[in-house]
Structure formats: C-alpha cells, structure tokens
C-alpha cells in the first residue's frame, strides 16, 4: 500500500530535550516536504527536499533541521524543542513536487 | 509572497449545494489544489487546476479564473460526511496553503 508513514503520532516533551520525529514513503517520491499545522494558520511549510542531500528551507524553517540522506527518508529534527513549536506536523511526498501531495497521519508535538 | 484567502467557515444542510471561494495574490502561479481534511487527519487531494474553467469529479467542482486570482470549490448533494476542513493551495515551485475553510453540514 502506498503511504507515508511518520513517528511518533503522539509526544509529549521538554523545553531543550533534542527529538526527531520520523518520516517515511514507499512511492519512490522525489520530493519531500515537512509542513506544522496551528488553528487559524493553515498548513506552512518548514523544509522541503527535490531530492537526495537537495533540502531547502520552507516558510517557517526557524528551529528546525532536516536531512535525506535516502529517497524514502526526510527526518525532521528539533534541537531544543521551545513551546512554540506546539504543533500538529505533517511530512508529505510528492512525485517531482508539482503534482499531487501524499501526507503522513501527522504528528502532535506538545513541548512543555 | 503569497497570500491566499478563504472564508473560516461554512454551515450548509445535508443535500444542498456549497460553493466555497478562494482568491490568491501569488509572486507566480502553476496551479490550483484543493484538499479535504477531515478533524484530526491528514489532508487529502480532491482537486487540481492550472487552466481556466471548470473541472468536475463527480460531487465537486472546482473553478479557476487565473486572471482574477480566484478559485472556487462546488460541493453538491451535500452529505454529513462532508463536514470537514478545505484546504485552497497555489502551486508556484512550490504548494502554499490557505487557512482553510470549515464547512459543517447540518441534518
């Protein structure tokens, strides 16, 4: 089955406790894209990747860093998580980025 | 930059019809998304436009005017399934999303 799967679906943490949240597709994707969903804001994009150890930043990159090192791979990690990074977070896939966007379950973060 | 905008929300009653209006100031433009997001899962696709006019997929539809900036989203027969968040998005190398609209439809 075609999917992209993220984890944790579920996490509670600390101010400063390093974590990273898991992301991965089975459709042989190129693109790849991390995006945080706040009530009232809508979905906005935090990093993206047209490819292997190609990577760039979104709208809100700020505390955040990612890595493909494989296709199918696009962690996102958090350093030294703050509460404002709260959120509900969302990896998606795409073919070349242009087409249809595939996402994950989503992840809610809560940094305490 | 962009800056994409559609209403918050949305009441309409099961089997009627919603028509739900997006209008974009975008740096560019390759193409309009629509998604579907129901409360607590992830966005799904329901739509794509990159000319002018109307696409139809069986209950919605959705238009483009590329030269007003404005799209909208047609959901007829109107099910309780429906209720649900829809999500506007421009494509120019890369997808930006509106807020989102919440339409609730009502027995």
């Known amino acids: 089955e075609a999917q992209v799967t993220q984890n944790p679906r579920y996490l509670i943490t600390v101010t400063g406790k390093k974590l990273t949240v898991t992301c991965s597709q089975n459709m042989n994707h190129e693109y790849m894209s991390w995006y945080r969903q706040d009530p009232g804001l809508g979905l906005r994009q935090i990093y993206y990747?047209?490819?292997?150890?190609?990577?760039d930043k979104g709208d809100v990159p700020e505390g955040y860093k990612v890595s493909r090192k494989e296709k199918r791979n696009f962690p996102l990690i958090l350093e030294s998580p703050s509460p404002n990074q709260t959120s509900l977070y969302f990896c998606?896939?795409?073919?070349?980025?242009?087409?249809?966007?595939?996402f994950g379950e989503g992840s809610r973060l809560t940094v305490l | 930059g962009q800056n994409i905008d559609q209403p918050t929300e949305m009441t309409a009653t099961e089997g009627a019809i919603v028509q739900i209006n997006c209008t974009y100031q975008?740096?560019?433009?390759?193409?309009l998304f629509w998604y579907q997001q129901h409360a607590g899962e992830a966005p799904t696709f329901l739509s794509y436009n990159v000319l002018d006019g109307l696409e139809e997929k069986g209950r919605f539809s959705s238009f483009l005017s590329r030269s007003k900036g404005y799209s909208y989203l047609l959901l007829k027969e109107l099910q309780m399934k429906d209720s649900a968040s829809y999500l506007c998005?421009?494509?120019?190398?890369?997808?930006?999303f509106g807020a989102g609209t919440t339409v609730t439809v009502r027995a």
């Open positions: 975008t740096s560019g433009f390759n193409g």
């Open positions: 998606a896939s795409s073919f070349r980025g242009a087409g249809e966007l595939f």
């Open positions: 990747s047209m490819n292997v150890e190609v990577t």
């Open positions: 998005a421009v494509y120019y190398y890369k997808l930006s």
